[in-house]
């Protein structure tokens, strides 16, 4: 079945620091990629997604490329600030089946 | 409604009552999930929604644990004899429209049992 793996938390960075969150995945079919974002008490937010291999789907400074030759949804922000402090979601979705999720990865940013 | 919305935010309960979450999709979404969020984890599926199909309930832990959906909208997941391990977050999702991979979450419902 399908799988959505990424990195273990937490990620701790200093304020304006570059940042990276990997995640791999497996699946039979074509399924689009998806980033969620949860703050504190909060429940999921959509944060970007891409739909097809080489697109990159971009939101408040975050990046992530759909990159089928290596199964990978890696997310990146160049400088990042406290107020991202949150726990991140990788997931995929076919249409009609369950969207899968990674296990979250916690970030803080410290001042 | 403009979202999906969930009720009641916070729930606690004796062990071995049992209670009732209600989930109030984006209107006209045709699919509608629920997941727990333990602790420190991440989400775990519990059941699946479309239409008028039959639910997948493939996620359901235990037969304490059973879904409905009315009308094809509202759901209510219920839990009865509620037990210490019960206690988590449960999140509701509903998806549709135009892009039916998208998944448009509640605030969720934090159940404690003590």
């Known amino acids: 079945g399908d799988s959505v793996t990424q990195m273990e938390g937490p990620v701790t960075l200093s304020e304006e620091a570059f940042l990276t969150i990997n995640c791999t995945y497996t699946a039979t079919g074509y399924p689009s990629l998806f980033w969620y974002v949860q703050y504190p008490g909060e429940g999921l937010q959509l944060l970007l997604k891409a739909t097809k291999a080489d697109d990159k789907g971009s939101n408040k400074g975050f990046e992530a490329t759909y990159r089928k030759e290596t199964t990978s949804f890696h997310l990146e922000k160049g400088s990042v600030q406290v107020s991202d402090s949150a726990v991140y979601f990788c997931a995929l979705s076919d249409p009609g089946y369950i969207p899968t999720f990674g296990r979250g990865t916690s970030l803080i940013v410290h001042p | 409604g403009a979202g999906v919305s969930q009720s009641p935010s916070n729930k606690v309960t004796e062990k071995g009552k049992d209670v009732e979450l209600r989930c109030d999709p984006i209107?006209?979404?045709?699919?509608l999930y629920w997941y727990r969020q333990s602790l420190g984890q991440g989400l775990e599926f519990l059941i699946y929604?479309?239409?008028?199909?039959?639910?997948?309930k493939s996620g359901l832990p235990s037969d304490r644990f059973s879904a409905e959906r009315t009308g094809g909208s509202v759901s209510t997941l219920t839990i009865q004899r509620t037990q210490q391990e019960d206690s988590a977050v449960y999140l509701c999702?509903?998806?549709?429209?135009?892009?039916?991979?998208?998944?448009?979450f509640g605030q969720g419902t934090r159940l404690t049992v003590v």
């Open positions: 929604f479309q239409g008028n199909s039959a639910p997948d």
């Open positions: 209107s006209g979404h045709t699919a």
């Open positions: 999702a509903s998806s549709g429209g135009q892009d039916y991979t998208e998944a448009f």
